[in-house]
């Protein structure tokens, strides 16, 4: 990274309330599902593994959540923070999504993120289990866009 690129707050080394804004803020930009914009968030030579698929740099990762958000409709996700330290974060998640045929899932991971001076995320490791739901079953109903402020976390949702 040179010094032209634009920081991305909070900065590591984290203390925890930067590490959980990091998380919600990481979050937010999921839930708004702009792949472009989200890229960004990440450094140029990113290094992914999500599920079995291995992503290095931007221009993969926006190509695989643009795969991603085309096979997965109604995407909500609630991250929570699990643990942290210097320029390391990991997280915790679930997600809802729908398939093409409607069948609902609630996908559950683990991330391990690190990151560079700049704030951006250098390297992310996810591992995921998507678990078929009823429609009856779903949890994250907010409208499309970021988890309302008041929504329940993970942890209050007893998952």
């Known amino acids: 990274m040179n010094s032209h690129t634009p920081h991305r707050p909070p900065l590591p080394p984290f203390t925890y309330e930067d590490a959980v804004k990091k998380v919600r803020i990481a979050e937010d930009a999921w839930n708004m599902r702009n792949p472009a914009k989200i890229a960004m968030a ?43 330290t210097g320029n390391r974060i990991a997280v915790r998640f679930c997600y809802e999504w729908c398939d093409a045929r409607g069948q609902w899932f609630r996908a559950h991971g683990n991330e391990n993120w690190e990151f560079s001076d700049t704030g951006h995320m250098a390297v992310r490791h996810a591992s995921i289990n998507d678990v078929p739901i009823d429609e009856t079953e779903r949890k994250f109903l907010w409208p499309e866009g970021p988890r309302p402020a008041d929504h329940p976390s993970l942890t209050e949702l007893g998952l």
């Open 42 to 84: 990440y450094t140029p030579d990113t290094k992914w593994r999500n599920r079995s698929e291995f992503l290095n740099g931007r221009a993969d990762v926006e190509a695989f959540l643009e795969r991603k958000w085309a096979k997965e409709t109604g995407y909500r996700l609630i991250k929570e923070i699990w643990a942290h």
